[in-house]
């Protein structure tokens, strides 16, 4: 794949996922959406996801929303909390006008854009979190963890998530995580 359709896609991916949201995603489930996209569907971003503050992370995500507000595609606003602020997107003027090359892209990934927004469409930064912290210890290359292994590391890597709540997300996802394809970590 070129970088310029990588690009495409990329842009065209990340209009999708806002674009069937059911609520207007902030940058941390924009970003969770992204990566279960590509660790559990299998989609071809290429983005080199990280361990982060807030789960699995890459820089690139954001640079390319960004490219795709510049573009019209999407709209970032802020947005005030009672804990401070945040950015939510929503779908830009120029959403609807997606290239051939980008329709054609979109029409490979459709299903599993449908996917990851039906399963976490809904849920919370928070929840994206420890979904995404979750499935990136699985992906961990040096060897398969059994469950209370799972539990115990993804605590240390996130000791505010009781060991009940990790473990209550683990078995309310446990069915999707058998198609994981850890090679994007």
Known sequence: MTQTTKDALRTAVLTAL?????????RTALMKFAYLLQT???VPLGYR?????????DEEVLVDAREAAAAGLLKSQLVMYSSGYGYEFSVGDSANCCSKEQSDLLDDCSI?????????????????????TLIFA???????????VLIERVHDIKPHFSKE???S??????????CVNCSSN
């Open 138 to 148: 699985l992906c961990d290359k040096s060897k398969k963890l059994e469950r209370t």
């Open 169 to 178: 997300v683990f078995q309310e996802i446990e069915g999707i995580l058998e």
């Open 40 to 42: 559990v569907r299998g």
């Open 112 to 132: 599993d854009i449908d996917w990851v927004i039906d399963h976490f469409g809904n849920d919370s930064a928070s929840r994206l979190e420890l979904v995404s």
């Open 165 to 167: 709540a990790i473990g």
């Open 49 to 57: 996801f990280r361990l982060h503050n807030y789960g699995p992370y």
């Open 18 to 26: 806002v674009k069937r949201a059911p609520k207007s995603p902030g």
